[in-house]
């Protein structure tokens, strides 16, 4: 295939959204709102603050705008360069005198929409190649320039996110490049030394404290891109590394990562690999068994994702169109992660196990209570589904087996897996009205200060991810590994109030924006009803048996 056809998946799913972009995006020149593309808050009223991260999508629309192809109306459209430029201007206007941008609530003086934007931004003004009227293009290096100061003052502190950080470096190689302050480039080399740092032995980033696959498949993008920023031969390293990593699960049926990692998240962001194809084998193994879920949406994408990963993941899709496109070698052989015959990889610091055999492959969650997805091998087809088991408490607490926890007891052995824990009550709270007028209040008065500003945002992380209270009620899972079939053996005690427990197969526990995305295979999956566990049974002890035969 030519490099045409190879990214034409990528350019017609562009494509696809553009209009939907530009409806977002409030054009009318005399507007207060002129320029945003929050139209929650602009044109529905819904929202009391603009939120900075949508002025992403001036990224792909500068693409477009720069892009010639057959059959593109955008390209050097000049009424799309004004309605772009209304978007810069909005951008600097929504920017506060320190240099920061806002995300989830006002004042929030976020890091990530402050990196993020950066990044976007500045790319879409290198795009333009000087398109826009001198006036915009002196206020956003201005803006940049505050951006980058910020950035050089802060760091994230309620959390190791390294796809916020990575977001944060290129941010700053950006804004090197463009003012030539070295500062900047200092900086980004900091946020960088942090992730690579902070990078498992085994490969993953972390995040939040563990490894999650779609996030990785999105931070990766970043730290490719600030390869071809700045070339370091650590960090290509660190990228040939957590390619290795990622290949493991890259599913049979085109999805990616799931309720076994992390974070929970499923979303495939292709750039990185199609930047480092011709760097590394591990990549072009994941380009190339991934484009077709590009089209099919076996895995969540464009066609999964709300407004808020909407703009991250179509930008994605440029840079991956973009280097298809470009002159580039051949690069070394696709490196797939096992051989015909199959193998084990087992990663212990992730708390994950991927058990590889010419019938089938098994991707096991040991972190997270033994979370278990399971694919035919010859069709490709993921045949069964165990996130653990979920339930309720007699008071209407939920209760859940799908904890992530690294420390638990958890022995690996040739053809078996066993794994024990408690289970936990889960807490997904959502905002009401009261809450909601007293959390802007509070936003709004000692939320000015920095410091009370950041106390905030770490309490909200540990409310809504890390607050964890076990139960008294214990279960050990047994996962054996058979030549055609996988059997599990679950033992359920405890003296915990339970009204009702099952085992399901689609699931999360923790608050995560990015996560339950609409995956196909989660309806394609034929269901096998399994019996409700009896409350009365656990104080006794109860053990349930499961066989899941392949092919």
Known sequence: MSRAEIAQPFEEAIGAQLVRVIGMLD?????PTSGCLDRTFWCWKFVDFPGARFQEGLCVLSYVWAHDHPGNPY?????????????????????????????????????????????????????????????????????????????????ETHGFLSNHL????????????ITGHVRFEERGGYFLDR???????????????????????????????????????????????????????????????????????????????EMLADRCGSARWIAEAMRPSVRSMAAAGLGSVDPYNLF??????????????????DGPEPVAPFGPQGGRAHFPLAGLLVEDRPRY?????????????????????????DCGYVGRLKNGRVISSQIDDRGRPIEVGKDAVHIEGLFAQVSRPVMSPIPFLGFRVFTLTLGRFPAIAKWVKGFLVKLLIYRKHDLELRFERTIRFLDDAVELEDRLEGEAPVAELEQGEFFTTIHMGSSRYFVPHEIRLAHTPLDPVPPGSLRQGVVRKRTIRVG
């Open 166 to 177: 990575a977001a944060a470096a290129g941010a700053l190689l950006h804004a090197h490049r």
């Open 361 to 385: 492959r098994a991707i096991v969650g040991l972190a997270k209570g033994g979370v278990l997805k399971l694919f035919e091998r010859e069709s490709g087809q993921l045949v069964a589904s």
């Open 312 to 329: 991250p993941l179509l930008n994605n899709y440029v840079f991956a169109h973009r280097a298809i496109l470009r002159d580039r070698s």
């Open 75 to 155: 390209f050097q459209n000049p009424k799309l360069l004004e309605w772009i430029g209304q978007g810069f201007e909005f951008w600097c206007r929504i920017q506060r005198g320190q240099g920061d941008f806002d995300e989830a609530y006002p004042l929030e003086r976020s890091l990530a929409a402050t990196a993020f934007t950066t990044f976007y931004l500045c790319e879409a003004f290198g795009f333009l190649d000087g398109a826009l009227p001198t006036e915009t293009s002196e206020r956003f290096v201005a803006g940049v320039e505050r951006a980058g100061d910020w950035l050089c003052r802060n760091d």
């Open 195 to 273: 992730i690579l740092d902070h990078q498992s032995s085994e490969g993953w980033y972390d995040e939040y404290g563990g490894a999650d696959v779609g996030y990785q498949t999105h931070g990766s993008f970043y730290l490719a891109r600030c390869l071809e920023l700045s070339p370091s031969d650590r960090l290509e390293r660190s990228l040939s590394e957590a390619m290795r990593y990622l290949a493991h699960f890259v599913h049979p049926d085109g999805s990616i990562g799931g309720e076994y990692s992390s974070r929970n998240t499923q979303t495939y962001y292709p750039a990185a690999f």
């Open 27 to 31: 054009r009318e020149r005399f507007s």
